[in-house]
């Protein structure tokens, strides 16, 4: 059995990869625990770079057996992380892959005994979670029962070369373009209506950073 505690910021990322994500690895022997970023009573919030660390050291300390992961987005990411400012120009994927790896380093370099190199699997949601549902507009629309939005959303998707480039511009980010559309979207409930009328196969298809990530935890079971 692998376990695989996922650092989350917020009750959406929360549902989404306790009721949406886990549920599709379980057949591997893998089993994901997601935890929300911050102290007890300070569930959330912003995410700024020392926040993560510690969660993420305290993690591997407390729990020697389990792996550790993140799933955190990039829209909006808080102060300190290493790997920023992002050189221009870069691609979206790679200023992604760039904070990861920066990331992994860090930790790597600061808490080398707790066997990170091994153990932690940082993943940064590109741009951020809604981002997700931009793999399949009709699901999106029908999920949320506002069929009248489908070719909105499908309008909205042919903007971009993938969903994952819905992008980080406070008006324009999938989130903002879902809410622009349908003021009334909560994130939780209806989010994780809309994940599971998508499903993880077509997220997969879309979205390469997201799939790339969950080719790594599945990986995981041939290493034991």
């Not at 993690?59 to 987005?73: E, F, G, R, V, W």
């Not at 009334?184 to 599971?196: C, E, S």
Request: hydrophobic share 40%.
């Amino acid at each position: 059995m692998i376990r695989i505690n996922v650092v989350v910021e917020g009750r959406t990322e929360e549902s989404f990869v306790g009721r949406i994500l886990a549920p599709i690895l379980w057949s591997r022997q893998i089993f994901l625990t997601p935890i929300i970023l911050g102290r007890r009573g300070q569930k959330g919030g912003r995410t700024n770079y020392d926040r993560v660390k510690t969660h993420v050291v305290t993690l591997l300390k407390q729990d020697p057996s389990a792996y550790c992961s993140t799933m955190i987005d990039f829209y909006g990411l808080g102060k300190g992380f290493p790997g920023m400012p992002l050189p221009p120009n870069l691609a979206n994927i790679d200023k992604v892959v760039r904070i990861e790896r920066a990331v992994s380093e860090d930790i790597v370099a600061r808490n080398a005994d707790l066997r990170p190199d091994v153990r932690f699997l940082p993943y940064l949601q590109l741009h951020e979670y809604e981002a997700l549902l931009f793999s399949d507009p009709q699901a999106l629309a029908t999920a949320i029962r506002q069929n009248r939005l489908a070719q909105q959303f499908q309008a909205i998707r042919r903007k971009y070369p993938t969903p994952e480039d819905i992008n980080d511009d406070p008006n324009t980010a999938a989130s903002k373009q879902v809410l622009g559309a349908y003021p009334a979207y909560r994130k939780v409930v209806d989010g994780m209506l809309a994940a599971q009328a998508v499903g993880i196969d077509k997220m997969r298809e879309e979205c390469a950073h997201f799939d790339g990530w969950i080719r790594q935890l599945e990986a995981l079971s041939t290493q034991q």
